[in-house]
T-cell receptor, first 117, second 114 residues
Framework: NAGVTQTPKFQVLKTGQSMTLQCAQD?????MSWYRQDPGMGLRLIHY???????DQGEVPNGYNVSRSTTEDFPLRLLSAAPSQTSVYFC????????????????FGPGTRLTVT | KQEVTQIPAALSVPEGENLVLNCSFT??????LQWFRQDPGKGLTSLLL?????REQTSGRLNASLDKSSGRSTLYIAASQPGDSATYLC?????????????FGTGTLLAVQP
């Protein structure tokens, strides 16, 4: 298994540009999430999905959109990039524990390092 | 509001030493706690997951314990090696609210000197 994969590894954008960060997992996990990691702020949840067709907001969703049309893919779209979105972005996936709404062990992708100038 | 704290923020030890990393959390109503390591410029690698009903989990030289009532977890690393150098993060998953959200500590940066 490849696990959780993310593309691109690095990206530089100008303010106002849009782009999509790709995330895919081959473990048939129901749950997928996007986090951003910033120095001194730790990891913060942007959006998450509990299955194909179902997404919801995390704690820092503004400026980002997601969709989940398949179990495997969970792309993150930056609508109009801002310097405040300079960060490292991680995608993660989890299996279902069988308890309603409770994911199990979380697996992370290698990250996308984004710089907005 | 759940807060997760890791002390110390940084630790340097000589190779071969046994060491303990600490994680504390303010709300004991958790489903599970997970320990990760993160190498510089890399993603997070899952080390151990402890369910709220468990007291400890072991994997190789790693042993993680959980005391939910006191809001503490420890990660014990036996016979440390230079390859163990990394940032270690703990994260908890709360009851209620957004159970999809893992709440992370800010990590302990470990350096194992050869």
């Amino acid at each position: 298994n490849a696990g959780v994969t993310q593309t691109p590894k690095f990206q530089v954008l100008k303010t106002g540009q849009s782009m999509t960060l790709q995330c895919a997992q081959d473990m048939n996990h129901e749950y997928m999430s996007w986090y951003r990691q910033d120095p001194g702020m730790g990891l913060r949840l942007i959006h998450y999905s509990v299955g194909a067709g179902i997404t919801d907001q995390g704690e820092v969703p503004n400026g980002y959109n997601v969709s989940r049309s398949t179990t495997e893919d969970f792309p993150l779209r930056l609508l109009s990039a801002a310097p405040s979105q300079t960060s490292v972005y991680f995608c993660a996936s989890s299996y279902s524990t069988g308890l309603a709404g409770v994911p199990g062990e979380q697996y992370f992708g290698p990250g996308t390092r984004l710089t907005v100038t | 509001k759940q807060e997760v704290t890791q002390i110390p923020a940084a630790l340097s030890v000589p190779e071969g030493e046994n060491l303990v990393l600490n994680c504390s959390f303010t709300d004991s109503a958790i489903y599970n706690l997970q320990w990760f390591r993160q190498d510089p410029g890399k993603g997070l690698t899952s080390l151990l997951l402890i369910q709220s009903s468990q007291r400890e989990q072991t994997s190789g030289r790693l042993n993680a314990s959980l005391d939910k009532s006191s809001g503490r977890s420890t990660l014990y690393i036996a016979a440390s090696q230079p390859g163990d150098s990394a940032t270690y993060l703990c994260a908890v998953r709360n009851y209620g609210g957004a159970t999809n959200k893992l709440i992370f500590g800010t990590g302990t940066l470990l350096a194992v000197q050869p």
